[in-house]
């Protein structure tokens, strides 16, 4: 690869892991759309940054872990399900037309808009018939595996809104969980995709080492945001990029 490209993916993967780490979101939601910018399908661009991911979410959760903020057990009962969906998902990603899978990524960033927002209304009137935990973990890790092999993203976009409305977590909480699930997916996304040949392993490893600086960053800087500037920012987040994902489908379906 170019220098100026690797140069350019690090700066990308930079600005990934400053919101991985401060939305427990992988990096994904932007690595992908950085990625098909330089001209990777979408098979390549969502396995390529599920190995950025993979390096982003371990240097995160390791940070976590060192500041005690690292919860393994809650963690390991999302982590199962995801796993157990995110081939599935990967699968069927691959059945799909390139615009409809970015069209379909773009809706999904908007949901989450309304997810993130839905927590007080739920707390207040389904707190009395809470899901089961077990149901609630089983939902919630699954659909996040599921995701993060359909779209190559970590998942947080998804996992993170569904604690919150499934098991009132907190969000800062969420956040770091979901970093922590990030781990495990991805690093059984990457082996599945690795053996098909999708990852091109110098993009994702450039995108990787700048994730990996701004992870560092941005996981020392969350335990100071409150709830409602973090809420922010998350749905600011997935407003651009949703805007972003939805051009892109619309180029490769008249394209």
């Known amino acids: 690869m170019p220098p100026i490209e690797i140069a350019l993916l690090a700066l990308g993967g930079l600005a990934a892991g400053l919101l991985a780490g401060l939305l427990g979101i992988g990096g994904g939601v932007l690595m992908v759309p950085v990625l098909l910018l330089f001209g990777f399908?979408?098979?390549?661009?969502?396995?390529?940054?599920?190995l950025a991911i993979l390096v982003t979410a371990t240097t995160g959760s390791i940070q976590?872990?060192?500041?005690g903020y690292l919860r393994p057990k809650q963690v390991l009962m999302l982590a199962v399900p995801a796993i157990a969906l995110v081939i599935v998902g990967t699968e069927v990603g691959g059945l799909l037309a390139e615009h409809w899978r970015r069209a379909a990524f773009g809706s999904l960033l908007l949901s989450n808009i309304y997810l993130v927002g839905l927590k007080k209304r739920v707390v207040s009137e389904v707190a009395p018939k809470q899901l089961n935990p077990l149901a609630a973990r089983l939902i919630t890790g699954g659909t996040s595996g599921f995701m993060a092999g359909l779209f190559g993203v970590g998942g947080g976009v998804i996992m993170v809104p569904l604690q919150v409305l499934l098991l009132h977590s907190g969000l800062k909480e969420a956040v770091r969980n979901s970093l922590g699930v990030i781990v495990l997916t991805s690093l059984v996304a990457c082996l599945h995709n690795g053996l098909k040949g999708d990852i091109v392993y110098g993009a994702g490893l450039s995108l990787?080492?700048?994730g990996l600086i701004g992870v560092q960053i941005s996981?020392?800087?969350?335990p100071k945001l409150s709830d409602h500037v973090v809420s922010l920012l998350f749905k600011l987040l997935l407003c651009v990029l949703s805007v972003y994902v939805f051009w892109q489908a619309w180029v490769a379906h008249t394209g």
């Open 64 to 67: 976590n872990w060192r500041m």
């Open 41 to 50: 399908n979408v098979d390549q661009a969502a396995a390529t940054s599920l």
């Open 208 to 210: 990787g080492l700048g």
């Open 219 to 222: 996981t020392r800087f969350l």
